[in-house]
């Protein structure tokens, strides 16, 4: 009688990273629990909810391993052993580089994960917003340290600054789903880190007349 092999073992990590991707192409809603059993190895439902408890629960899981990976992006922004300037430069290159890559979808999954869900999903836009929210501080913590340094005056034009780098930076997302390279990208922050060296403060010169 032919031995029957093992059944294979679900592996969670494989699943999970499967789930991230789907989401990331589709965003939240558009994603069914279909879809998603037949990415993560045809697992059954009882599979899945044993696994992961929910279709948002899986979400909310997915947006972490999200964070802890492609989201590293932004992380110049809370090292402050980066000058100001180069915490938000960093992290917009690293971002457009991120986003464009195609061996991944591209584009932000927390941009373009659950921009516009239904009421009933509310709870999971209102997560991705925080995460934004989260994103925006980090710009206003990079200019409020340039400010205190003196590298910025404090000034009106200051002040629209982490709202300016952070509307680039989400907008980037529908630039990259759009077909956007790079390159292109990264010459429009070249472009736009001119914002900040034009504001930047300069020593003054010493007159020559006494």
Not at 9 to 33: C, V
Not at 95 to 121: D, F, K, W, Y
């Amino acid at each position: 009688m032919a031995r029957t092999g093992r059944p294979r073992e679900f592996d969670r990590d494989k699943a999970l990273d499967a789930a991230l991707t789907l989401f990331w192409m589709q965003g939240y809603e558009p994603t069914s629990l279909n879809q998603l059993k037949a990415c993560m190895g045809n697992i059954s439902p009882a599979s899945f909810y044993a696994a992961f408890g929910s279709k948002e629960a899986l979400f909310r899981e997915v947006v972490q391993r999200y964070l802890e990976t492609y989201g590293q992006v932004t992380a110049p922004l809370w090292d402050e052993t980066l000058a100001p300037r180069d915490a938000i430069e960093q992290t917009l290159r690293r971002s457009a580089r991120m986003q464009t890559t195609r061996s991944h979808p591209t584009g932000c999954l927390i941009v373009l994960g659950a921009c516009n869900c239904s009421p009933e999903n509310q709870s999971v836009q209102t997560l991705l917003a925080a995460e934004r929210a989260r994103t925006r501080k980090g710009m206003k913590a990079c200019v409020d340290r340039a400010v205190a340094s003196g590298e910025l005056p404090p000034s009106p034009a200051t002040e629209t600054l982490p709202t300016l780098f952070t509307t680039f930076l989400h907008g980037m997302a529908c630039e990259a789903r759009d077909g956007d390279r790079a390159k292109k990208l990264d010459a429009a922050i070249t472009t736009l880190m001119q914002i900040w060296d034009s504001l930047a403060m300069r020593p003054k010169s010493v007159s020559s007349h006494q």
